[in-house]
Every structure is written in C-alpha cells, then in structure tokens.
C-alpha cells in the first residue's frame, strides 16, 4: 500500500505541475494521457485494498464538548478519501482538535487546529474524488481543501444546509473540482446544529472562530459487537 501512496502521489505532483503551468502542448497532452492511464491502474488496485481495511458503511463516532454524533462513511464512492479519514480516525489523530472555523447557514469546519490555534497537518494529501455523484446537502461530510484540487489533507467540514456549489462542475467551458463528499452524519444533527449556533469573533487568521473552543474529545469506529 506504501508504494501505492507514493506512486500515487507522484503522478499528482506530476499533474499539479501541469495544472499550475497551464501548459497546452501536445507533447504535455500526451504526458497526462500516460500519467492519468497510470494512474487509474493505481486507483484501481489501491481500491482492493482500501476495501479489505474498512467496513463497506463504515460508521465513525465522534464525541465533541458540545455533545456526540456518529458518522456513515461512503467507502465505495470515495475509496481513498475515507481509507485516509479513518486512518487518522484510528491513529487517535482528531483527538484534541478543535471546530476553528463556523458559518452559521453554511457550515462547520474542523480538524485542523488545537484549541491554540496551532496547525496540525497530516504528511499525506488526498486525491480529489469529488466526482462521485455524492452532493453537499445538508449533512454530508466534506474534505476542505486548497485552490489546489488535490490538497486535501486533514480538514474536514459539515454542511449546515444544501451547498450544491461545492459540488464539481462538469463542462468542457468553466469547469470546475469541487469539495468531496464522502460521508454523512446519521446521528446527531442536533449537536453538529448546536455547534453552529455558538459565539465566534476573529481569532488571529481566522475569521469565524468559536469565542469557547469546541473541542473534538475523541473519534473511533463503531464497534458492532
């Protein structure tokens, strides 16, 4: 899996590279062909293997100082992005961190910071999977990301309402990447809406940070025994 990551992660920096150029030769066109091929071979056998570790519905607990809510993850419809999530899930990662970021109407985001403000980030960035049909209603789990598509580390966010313009827009004229989806919250939208309601003011570089910090207690996978 280790080499998968890294031959992945290659072709990525390949395709930013790429991406930030703006390049349009067709020696480039034929490189990304090639690069993009490669690629989805590595994605289809990193699939496997991300399917062998975690459950197909997968359910993740998530216990805050504003309360509890529990999470379905969409393993089939975003491989990568949920086999990384519940890595740092089971690597006792989120615990700690803060909710440093909340838009009242729009969302909640999280798992960034310690109640400082001290960024934490993980080595490894995501693929962007934000094509896979799943939309930013409200409830849905999300990976917040960089300008760049292919940023994704940590972070995650909470939708509060329907933000469909977060969704890809697919068009050969003005497309775009959007934010993966790649979850849900299926117990305790009172507390992810109890958090949304709480006191924020700038805190340094952020703008809508919460005056009490909210803090995540722990996350861990649901056991069903």
């Known amino acids: 899996m280790t080499l998968v990551v890294v031959a992945a992660g290659a072709l990525l920096q390949m395709a930013r590279v790429c991406y930030l150029a703006s390049q349009t030769t067709l020696e480039d066109a034929q490189f990304m062909k090639s690069a993009l091929i490669a690629l989805g071979l590595i994605i289809a056998t990193s699939n496997a293997v991300a399917a062998d570790k975690v459950l197909p519905h997968q359910q993740i607990v998530v216990e805050t100082t504003e309360g509890s809510f529990t999470l379905e993850l969409a393993l089939r419809e975003a491989p990568h992005t949920v086999e990384h999530f519940v890595g740092l899930v089971d690597a006792g990662y989120y615990d700690g961190l803060i909710f440093h970021r909340i838009i009242g109407d729009f969302m909640v985001q999280g798992g ?114």
């Open 112 to 225: 960034g910071y310690t109640p400082g403000f001290k960024l934490k980030e993980d080595e490894q960035t995501i693929i962007n999977e934000s094509g896979n049909a799943l939309s930013n209603t409200r409830g849905s789990i999300a990976m917040a990301r960089t300008g760049d598509p292919h940023s994704a580390n940590s972070q995650f966010f909470i939708n509060l309402g329907d933000n469909s313009r977060l969704d890809p827009q697919k068009s050969a004229v003005g497309g775009r990447w959007g934010y993966t989806v790649f979850g849900y919250v299926i117990e305790g939208m009172d507390v992810i809406d109890k958090i949304a309601l709480v006191r924020t003011a700038p805190q340094g570089e952020h703008e809508n940070a919460p005056i009490v910090p909210i803090v995540i207690k722990s996350m861990s996978r649901k056991s069903y025994d």
